[in-house]
């Protein structure tokens, strides 16, 4: 069974632009979430998303936003990229709720320059 | 604000030494709280605690919940180096009518061969 996929892995990007990474999760998985974690702050929860719909949403601005497909496959966009959007974004995935066993992506890794 | 607390942030240990990992949390509506290993950039589950006072066990690894103190410890005994790794502990909450996991910032252990 596929583990969980996030692409890219690596991206560099420039103060200003804006990102899209992508999140695959295990087959028959409805439950997407979204970490970002830093050395300072660790791994802060981003957004959930379950059958398309948004289930709960971490204290983020809105320039972090995200989706899901019909196939369970996510996306999250971040706008207006700053310098302090530098981190390691992990997906998450699991059966049914957001919590409990998570399968988590090897993460993408954004440099903000 | 809901915070959990880890303890300590590093440590460095020898092959074979035993080691407690500590912890703490303060949330609203707790449900239940997680460990998770993360040795290069997917976290992967280790237990899940609900109960008070019961012990979860997994090979030379356990963990207990104590729900008076508000605190978890995990047990490592004779380690090896395949356990170097950063230990993530994550409380289960319910927000909003749905659940979201808080997680720690981490504890960092190196055992050395």
């Known amino acids: 069974k596929a583990g969980v996929t996030q692409t890219p892995r690596y991206l560099i990007k420039t103060r200003g632009q804006q990102v899209t990474l992508s999140c695959s999760p295990i087959?028959?998985?409805?439950?997407v979430s979204w970490y970002q974690q830093t050395p300072g702050q660790g791994l802060q929860f981003l957004f959930e998303y379950f059958s398309e719909t948004q289930r709960n949403k971490g204290n983020f601005p809105g320039r972090f936003s995200g989706r899901q497909f019909s196939n369970s496959r996510s996306e999250m966009n971040v706008s207006t990229l700053e310098l302090g959007d530098s981190a390691l974004y992990l997906c998450?995935?699991?059966?049914?709720?957001?919590?409990?066993?998570?399968?988590f992506g090897e993460g993408s890794r954004l440099t903000v320059l | 604000e809901d915070k959990v607390v880890q303890s300590p942030l590093s440590l460095v240990v020898h092959e074979g030494d035993t080691v407690t990992l500590n912890c703490s949390y303060e949330v609203t509506n707790f449900r239940s709280l997680l460990w998770y290993k993360q040795e290069k950039k997917a976290p992967t589950f280790l237990f899940m605690l609900?109960?008070?006072?019961i012990e979860k066990k997994s090979g030379r690894l356990s963990s207990i919940l104590d729900k008076k103190e508000l605190s978890s410890i995990l047990n490592i005994t004779a380690t090896q180096t395949g356990d170097s790794a950063i230990y993530l502990c994550a409380v289960e909450i319910t927000q909003g009518g749905s659940e979201k996991l808080v997680f720690g910032k981490g504890t960092k252990l190196t055992v050395n061969p």
């Open positions: 087959s028959g998985h409805r439950s």
């Open positions: 998450a995935s699991s059966l049914l709720t957001g919590t409990g066993e998570l399968f």
């Open positions: 609900t109960s008070s006072g």
